[in-house]
């Protein structure tokens, strides 16, 4: 069964830095364009970066270019998100997430994702 399990987030003060992981079981991630969503509360959910198979990123957000790093490692089936100098804005829900109904061919990160995790929750708080 498809699955994606985010892991990594947690309780941080300003200014700090954790990584998230987007691990995948039973398909290989690397066959796939993956993006990282927020949600923040009382706000819209917002894919905020995008790496497709690759490895060519994709930011939707300004913030991302000067603070977040997206990266892959495919021998660990696995995508992070590096999340550094973080404000308390940046307090949310992140969840990773793929397209599966398109050919490979498709699996771009210009195509909205369809399947998400339940996301790992950052608070960053002093």
């Known amino acids: 069964q498809l699955q994606l399990v985010e892991s990594g987030g947690g309780l941080v003060q300003p200014g700090g830095s954790l990584r998230l992981s987007c691990a995948a079981s039973?398909?290989?991630?690397?066959?796939?364009?993956v993006g990282w969503l927020r949600q923040a509360p009382g706000k819209e959910s917002e894919e905020i970066v995008c790496?497709?198979?690759?490895?060519?990123?994709?930011s939707y957000v300004d913030f991302v270019k000067d603070r977040f790093t997206i990266s892959r490692d495919s021998a660990k089936n696995t995508v992070y998100l590096q999340l550094n100098n973080l404000k308390p804005e940046d307090t949310g829900v992140y969840s990773c997430?793929?397209?599966?109904?398109?050919?490979?061919?498709?699996?771009?990160?210009?195509?909205?994702?369809?399947?998400w995790g339940k996301g790992t929750p950052v608070t960053v708080s002093s």
């Open positions: 997430g793929i397209r599966t109904d398109v050919p490979p061919v498709l699996r771009t990160c210009a195509i909205a994702k369809n399947y």
């Open positions: 790496i497709n198979k690759e490895g060519g990123v994709t």
């Open positions: 039973a398909f290989l991630l690397a066959d796939y364009a």
